[in-house]
């Protein structure tokens, strides 16, 4: 078999980026900006990290996660806080209560030998609390994010909370280069969303 000539890989790559593009770009009209209601609870959780010198930084996280093959989900990325295991379950209070259980107190960030200066050493205090977004709440998209295999939206409140929670479909495996599963993707976030305007 002759291989291709490079400037017909090139064009064939360029194309396939294009179609990506065009389709989250598709998504992301949809949804960025607009205003939503929700359909079922979105949850965050709050811990208070606090420095050794003194001060104290409020970090949010949203938990939800929707997937068309394990459902409805809460994850929570300990690496965003400590470099510690992540925490996921499918009963919010269970999965708050080992967040809590996990991050009550961690140990300084220091830096590795050669590796550069310090990090700030810093401690995670117990979860400040779990926030609950219930059905009905109105919120805005802040930020629409399209990974190789999710997609996480990231609402403001409309009291001025921004990036107060967020949603994320994650999908089994790779998204196509077109994002034919766009359709899918928007009957997963409707599940919980419905526009307003």
């Known amino acids: 078999m002759t291989p291709m000539p490079r400037h017909t890989v090139a064009l064939c790559v360029s194309l396939l980026l294009a179609a990506s593009m065009a389709s989250g770009a598709t998504l992301k009209a949809t949804w960025l900006h607009r205003q939503v209601a929700l359909k079922q609870p979105l949850y965050s959780v709050l811990v208070m990290r606090s420095t050794f010198?003194?001060?104290?930084?409020?970090?949010?996280?949203?938990?939800?996660?929707?997937?068309?093959?394990?459902?409805?989900?809460?994850?929570?990325?300990?690496?965003?806080?400590?470099?510690?295991?992540?925490?996921?379950?499918?009963?919010?209070?269970?999965?708050?209560?080992?967040?809590?259980?996990?991050?009550?107190?961690?140990?300084?960030?220091?830096?590795?030998?050669?590796?550069?200066?310090?990090?700030?050493?810093?401690?995670?205090?117990?979860?400040?609390?779990?926030?609950?977004?219930?059905?009905?709440?109105?919120?805005?998209?802040?930020?629409?994010?399209?990974?190789?295999?999710?997609?996480?939206?990231?609402?403001?409140?409309?009291?001025?909370?921004?990036?107060?929670?967020?949603?994320?479909?994650q999908w089994p495996q790779p998204f196509s280069p077109g994002l034919t599963e766009q359709p899918e993707i928007e009957q997963l976030l409707e599940q919980f969303l419905a526009l307003t305007r």
Do not use: C, W
């Open 53 to 169: 010198g003194g001060g104290a930084v409020l970090s949010r996280q949203g938990l939800a996660v929707v997937s068309p093959e394990k459902g409805v989900y809460y994850q929570f990325h300990g690496s965003f806080f400590s470099g510690d295991r992540d925490v996921t379950g499918s009963n919010i209070d269970d999965v708050f209560d080992e967040i809590s259980a996990e991050h009550r107190l961690m140990p300084p960030r220091m830096a590795e030998p050669g590796s550069g200066p310090p990090r700030p050493p810093m401690a995670v205090s117990r979860p400040a609390r779990l926030v609950t977004y219930t059905t009905g709440t109105l919120l805005q998209v802040r930020k629409v994010a399209i990974g190789k295999d999710r997609v996480t939206l990231t609402f403001d409140d409309l009291h001025g909370e921004h990036a107060a929670t967020t949603l994320t479909v």
